[in-house]
């Protein structure tokens, strides 16, 4: 009789396989005790299925997209800065005065505050823009009014006939002495045509600049290569910051036109904020900065909040004079901003905006272009539709990204038969704002999607604006959505074929894997 281990050594593949086959069993009882720390146990669930059907495939897979945490000294940076900011509005926080919130959002701002650091601020004054190549003029105009430095960071940013000028300002400034500072996501920016011409450029201004979250270990660190920067904003001279949806490229991202969608056209939106609230989006900027160089970006001469509110201050007054300037806009918002991203350790714009959702007494309106939300989302917003609150959820017609965009729709018929009204933005446009109204009295808006990816893996950054005021002027956006929308109902997503949801369906399952 032939015992297993004489046959082993007579053939030395049954050796192997039997080896192969101990050590795949080892790493999946390992993975099955040590997988779930910290993870939602559906995420858990689809890598253990991954490293058990697919093995060593699986387990490199893990290693490689199987944790959202940045490297340890990025992380540390992090820490180390939001305690900077912290000692610094807590110096000033009463010496501005701080109106309060709405009673019944009061516990939004402390949570805000809390979370980033950052408090809500009052004197504030915004713009919104979202005719998309108006929107990169006026900001090369303020470069042009810089006098000290200029921040910015995109995630996608491109060298062509639209951003052309942009740059020039740059260039201008730079020969003013103005001090420019350039950040932009390495994955977010490289795949677009004209990559070497963007750097080439950068270096022909003379500005310092930097690739953020570069996928290369010896530049950046071990991380997972889609963890991103997603942030749009710019920043002169801390008096006036920019922010929003809108990346510094062309409409149309140069994608080629399509036989069945022509050439698709991003719908954008991003508010110019002059006030404190500048520096709280420079603070933002000097975050990013001091995470990805280790220098500390100062300028010496940078305003301070005690500034602004000496500034608020006078304005307040010149408002009230009886022979003031009736075609000035004196209306001041009571703003805060919410950073969020791998570098901290919650998931604070995911927070935020669940803890709004299960807040609202009367309306909702959501804007998101890639609408893939978690469980406690998905049922912070059915179980406002079934205590009576009013949501409007707007997303485009047909996405660009085409697991994203079926992934989105296998919420469809939950959310209509829960009471959502879906308004599809019409064909070729991809409305690709971000942004949320609770009741027209809070305003959330800025880069962050409702969707896994935004939630854990993206820095991102958002806005939150206090009061009726502003929530009555955001009106026109939204009515803006309706027109160019067509409103999707129950029986229409329900005649699709079944081969439609099956695809809806498996790529849904792709959003789990975090």
């Known amino acids: 009789m032939i015992g297993p281990f004489t046959l082993l050594s007579s053939n030395p593949s049954y050796f192997v396989v039997a080896s192969l086959y101990i050590v795949n069993l080892a790493i999946v009882v390992v993975t099955l005790f040590t997988i779930g720390n910290n993870r939602r146990p559906t995420t858990a669930v689809a890598w253990l299925l991954a490293i058990s059907l697919i093995p060593y495939v699986g387990l490199l897979l893990f290693l490689l997209f199987g ?64 005719i998309y190549n108006d929107t990169i003029d006026e900001m090369s105009a303020e470069i042009d009014r810089a006098h000290s430095y200029v921040h910015l960071t995109f995630y996608a940013m491109g060298y062509d006939g639209v951003t052309e000028g942009f740059f020039d300002a740059l260039e201008r400034a730079v020969e003013r002495g103005v001090r420019v500072r350039v950040l932009y996501d390495q994955v977010g920016s490289f795949r677009y045509p004209g990559y070497r011409k963007l750097k080439r450029r950068l270096n022909e201004i003379g500005c310092d600049w930097h690739r ?43 994608r080629k036109p399509t036989r069945r969608f022509g050439s698709l056209q991003w719908q954008d939106l991003m508010v110019r904020v002059a006030g404190p609230m500048a520096l709280g989006l420079d603070a933002v900027f000097r975050s990013d900065w001091y995470v990805e160089t280790g220098e500390l970006a100062d ?129 070729p446009y991809i409305l690709h704002a971000k942004h949320m ?51 999707l109902t129950l029986e229409e997503w329900m005649s699709r074929s079944r081969l439609a949801f099956a695809l809806d369906d498996l790529c849904r399952l792709t959003s789990v894997v975090q």
């Open 299 to 427: 300028d010496g001469d940078d305003p301070t909040l005690q500034d602004y509110a000496r500034h608020y201050e006078q304005e307040l007054a010149a408002s009230e004079d009886e022979g003031a300037d009736t075609s000035v806009d004196y209306t001041r918002y009571d703003c805060q901003l919410v950073p969020s991203g791998p570098g901290y350790e919650h998931e604070n714009n995911l927070r935020i905006f669940t803890q709004l959702l299960y807040m609202a007494r009367h309306r909702v309106v959501i804007a998101s272009p890639y609408f893939a939300p978690d469980d406690s989302m998905r049922y912070a917003i059915t179980t406002a539709v079934q205590r009576g609150v009013e949501v409007h959820l707007h997303v485009s017609e047909h996405g660009d990204q085409f697991f994203t965009q079926h992934a989105q729709q296998s919420y469809y018929e939950e959310l209509l038969r829960a009471g959502v009204r879906i308004w599809l933005y019409r064909t």
């Open 67 to 130: 944790t959202n945490r940045l490297p340890k000294f990025r992380r540390n940076r992090q820490a180390e800065f939001d305690k900077i900011i912290r000692q610094a509005t807590d110096e000033v926080q009463d010496s501005l005065g701080l109106t309060p919130v709405p009673e019944q959002y009061q516990p939004i701002s402390a949570l805000a505050h809390e979370l980033t650091s950052i408090p809500h601020l009052p004197g504030n004054r915004i713009q919104i823009h979202d």
């Open 212 to 254: 953020l979250y570069s996928i290369w270990p010896w530049e950046g660190g071990w991380q997972r290569i889609d963890l991103r920067n997603h942030r749009k904003l710019l920043v002169v001279d801390g008096r006036v910051g920019w922010m929003g949806s809108q990346n510094l490229i062309s409409r149309d991202y140069h």
């Open 437 to 487: 109204t609770v009741d027209d009295e809070v305003t959330i808006l800025g880069s962050s999607n409702m969707d896994m990816r935004s939630f854990t893996l993206n820095a991102e950054v958002m806005l939150i604006v206090y009061g009726r005021d502003f929530a009555r002027r955001f009106e026109w956006v939204e009515h803006s959505y309706r027109v160019n929308s067509r409103e």
